[in-house]
Structure formats: C-alpha cells, structure tokens
T-cell receptor, first 115, second 114 residues
Framework: AQSVTQLGSHVSVSEGALVLLRCNYS??????LFWYVQYPNQGLQLLLK??????LVKGINGFEAEFKKSETSFHLTKPSAHMSDAAEYFC?????????????FGTGTRLQVTL | KAGVTQTPRYLIKTRGQQVTLSCSPI?????VSWYQQTPGQGLQFLFE???????NKGNFPGRFSGRQFSNSRSEMNVSTLELGDSALYLC?????????????FGQGTRLTVV
C-alpha cells in the first residue's frame, strides 16, 4: 500500500523566509504525488503535482517541489513566505498508477507565517 | 468552468439519524471520490464511483454508502449516525484515467452529530 509521511505537524517561518515542508512517500508503483493546501473551512486546492515527467515541479503561488526517487521524497518549497501562505498543507500519493481518483494523504503540516 | 459543488455546506444531525450529502462534479468528469476529514484520523478515502459503479472502497463500515447517477452527480449516505461521524466530508472529481492526473475538491460538507 502507498503511504506518505509529513515531518513536522507545525512549521513557523518569518515573512520573507524560505518555506520547506517535508514529505516522504512509499509506493509500490510509479507514484503520482501531489501537494494540496487547505484554508480554514475550505476544501483542498491543488498546489502542484508530479506525474513522472520533470522531477522539479512548479506550482501555483510560487511553490515548487522536487521529486527525489533515491530519497523517496517530495518536499515543498517556496523562496519567500507571505502572510497569505498561512494554511495547512497536505502531501498525497495516488494509490493506483495513472489515476488521481484514490489518494492517500499525509497528516498535514500547518504553516504559520509571522511578521 | 464551474468547480465541484457540495451541498449542503453545513449539517447538524442527531445520533441515530441518517444523512445524505450531495456532490456535483466538474462537467465532463466521470470519477467522483469521497473523503472524510477529522482532527484525529486526518483525510481518509471513503469510496470512488465511476460510471454509476463503485470502483474503489476504503475501510469504512457499511453504514457509509454512496451512489452515482447517470449525470455523474454523486450522493453519500451515512445511516445510524454516531458522534464519531462528525467530520468534514470532501468530494473530489477527476477525469477517467489514465491519464487522470488531478483531483479537484469541493469545499466540503461539515457534518456535526449531536
């Protein structure tokens, strides 16, 4: 079975600082990997996805992630944090090759951005 | 293009009752998946429907069921509600795969069982 582990349930950064949210995955098939963001009382918004094309994936709002097969990692980064980035972030892996219809999520990382 | 629409947004039910939640997928999407989100268990996959058939199922009791209509709209039903069923229920739609490289989520239905 596929799984993801997000290290750090809470991360706090200063505005303008680098954001690094960690995600490691386990998958028995070539993985599709995703990062989603959730604002309070909202659904999930897709930030970016890896589907076996380029290993460095650029997403919305200045976020990017690098797929590293040797490290089974898919960490999310943003060079400069904004106050509006404060939210909860979820890493997810597809349970079935070639489809996003059944996802396994990590436990989430709440990002706090301080002045 | 309209997104995934879930109704209602908020619901309060009494223990023992049953509830039905609705999800309208993005036009052209035939796969609809349901997830439960709770503080204790996080985001968990309930089931997926494709072309009116349940294609995948998570580890939830039989009290949780669903169906999909010919227009791809889906409903989820929970019978004999328990306090632990209080959660945010999220619906996601995607194209048939492969390639099906994105799941688009609705805003969710917040169910409170009292």
């Amino acid at each position: 079975a596929q799984s993801v582990t997000q290290l750090g349930s809470h991360v706090s950064v200063s505005e303008g600082a680098l954001v690094l949210l960690r995600c490691n995955y386990s998958s028995s098939v070539p993985p599709y990997l995703f990062w989603y963001v959730q604002y309070p009382n909202q659904g999930l918004q897709l930030l970016l996805k890896y589907t076996s094309a380029a290993t460095l994936v650029k997403g919305i709002n200045g976020f990017e992630a690098e797929f590293k097969k040797s490290e089974t990692s898919f960490h999310l980064t943003k060079p400069s944090a904004h106050m509006s980035d404060a939210a909860e972030y979820f890493c997810a892996v597809s349970d079935q090759a070639g489809t996003a219809s059944k996802l396994t999520f990590g436990t989430g990382t709440r990002l706090q951005v301080t002045l | 293009k309209a997104g995934v629409t879930q109704t209602p947004r908020y619901l309060i039910k009494t223990r023992g009752q049953q509830v039905t939640l609705s999800c309208s997928p993005i036009s052209g999407h035939r796969s609809v998946s349901w997830y439960q989100q709770t503080p204790g268990q996080g985001l968990q996959f309930l089931f997926e429907y494709f072309s009116e058939t349940q294609r995948n199922k998570g580890n939830f009791p039989g009290r949780f069921s669903g169906r999909q209509f010919s227009n791809s709209r889906s409903e989820m039903n929970v019978s004999t509600l328990e306090l632990g069923d209080s959660a945010l229920y999220l619906c996601a739609s995607s194209l048939t795969g492969p390639p099906s490289t994105e799941a688009f989520f609705g805003q969710g239905t917040r169910l409170t069982v009292v």
